[in-house]
T-cell receptor, first 111, second 113 residues
Framework: DAMVIQNPRYQVTQFGKPVTLSCSQT?????MYWYQQKSSQAPKLLFHYYDKDFNNEADTPDNFQSRRPNTSFCFLDIRSPGLGDAAMYLCASGSSYNEQFFGPGTRLTVL | GENVEQHPSTLSVQEGDSAVIKCTYS??????FPWYKQELGKGPQLIIDIRSNVGEKKDQRIAVTLNKTAKHFSLHITETQPEDSAVYFC????????????FGKGTMLLVSP
């Protein structure tokens, strides 16, 4: 089945230790999104790619970076995780018809 | 920018009752309105959406209505079941070839047997 896949599902890192989260999609969508979701809150958009064009939200900290090496894959890099970065990270893909389809998320714990 | 208000924040109903969740948006240019269901520990799942050229859309037990003049849209779930228990998010987006969604804060729906 076509879908959005995120790995790992759970990630534990230490304060300040870089971490990379990965996302892949088999929907052949040209847009991919990264969201941060904290407990009892709505997803918050960090950035998105339209094809290879990177679009950063104005309030996304510099600590968060992203890479999209090809249509199917997108990575979220957190350069120096702080305790406040502990959250669920959601990847989504979307088409020109506006729909966004989310992956299962990666739960990040920062010790 | 767009602002989406969602009410209520929590909703408890008995199995078989109907549930209604309401959202208002601020940007009159928004024209795509999806609803997501998020179960605990999972990603949001798109359950229904509506575009601004349509006033109502139904899919089995769920329906969405849109009032562009008043800038509000609502999710209606009939004959609720315990498995409908989840957090529901509304969202709004301008059509620009693809969407960037502004989410409401979510409604926790609890359906009691």
């Amino acid at each position: 089945d076509a879908m959005v896949i995120q790995n790992p599902r759970y990630q534990v890192t230490q304060f300040g230790k870089p971490v990379t989260l990965s996302c892949s999609q088999t929907l052949n969508h040209n847009v991919m999104y990264w969201y941060q979701q904290k407990s009892s809150q709505a997803p918050k958009l960090l950035f998105h790619y339209y094809d290879k064009d990177f679009n950063n939200e104005a309030d996304t900290p510099d600590n968060f970076q992203s890479r999209r090496p090809n249509t199917s894959f997108c990575f979220l890099d957190i350069r120096s995780p702080g305790l406040g970065d502990a959250a669920m990270y959601l990847c989504a893909s979307g088409s020109s018809y506006n729909e966004q389809f989310f992956g299962p998320g990666t739960r990040l714990t920062v010790l | 920018g767009e602002n989406v208000e969602q009410h209520p924040s929590t909703l408890s109903v008995q199995e078989g009752d109907s549930a209604v969740i309401k959202c208002t948006y601020s940007d009159s240019a928004s024209n795509y309105f999806p609803w997501y269901k998020q179960e605990l520990g999972k990603g949001p799942q798109l359950i229904i959406d509506i575009r601004s050229n349509v006033g109502e859309k139904k899919d089995q037990r769920i329906a969405v209505t849109l009032n562009k003049t008043a800038k509000h849209f609502s999710l209606h779930i009939t004959e609720t079941q315990p498995e409908d228990s989840a957090v529901y998010f509304c969202a709004a987006s301008r059509k620009s070839g693809y969407s960037t969604l502004t989410f409401g804060k979510g409604t926790m729906l609890l359906v009691s047997p």
